[in-house]
């Protein structure tokens, strides 16, 4: 998978344009991601991700990075072994694509707007 571009509100994945946040699995993506609070990141919203058991999970917490990854959650993944990387969409945009390169079980939760 390949995050072609981004922009507030919009991502292109592999040529497809997406308008809700998204999350990528493998060789498939998953539209109209909706979190349980919004805002923050709870275990729960990651259960899909949790399955597939990547190694590595890049969140995108938004244009502004408004989107929270609170302890509990950081701590589940640490716990599950799957390394996190929350930043910024922009930025995350960047890592997933640099990351994708190197690590086959890759996964990614993108947050739109905010």
Not at 96 to 110: G, K, M, T, V, Y
Request: charged fraction near 20%.
């Amino acid at each position: 998978m390949h995050i072609d571009s981004y922009q507030f509100g919009k991502i292109v994945i592999d040529g497809v344009e997406y308008k809700s946040d998204v999350l990528i699995l493998g060789d498939s993506v998953e539209s109209n991601w909706w979190r349980k609070q919004g805002h923050s990141l709870a275990i729960e919203d990651l259960a899909s991700v949790i399955d597939a058991k990547p190694s590595v999970l890049v969140v995108g917490c938004g244009a502004y990075g408004l989107m929270d990854v609170p302890d509990p959650t950081r701590q589940f993944l640490n716990e599950q072994n799957i390394e996190l990387h929350a930043c910024d969409t922009h930025k995350a945009v960047e890592k997933f694509n640099e990351l994708a390169q190197a690590h086959a079980d890759l996964a990614a939760a993108i947050h739109l707007t905010c």
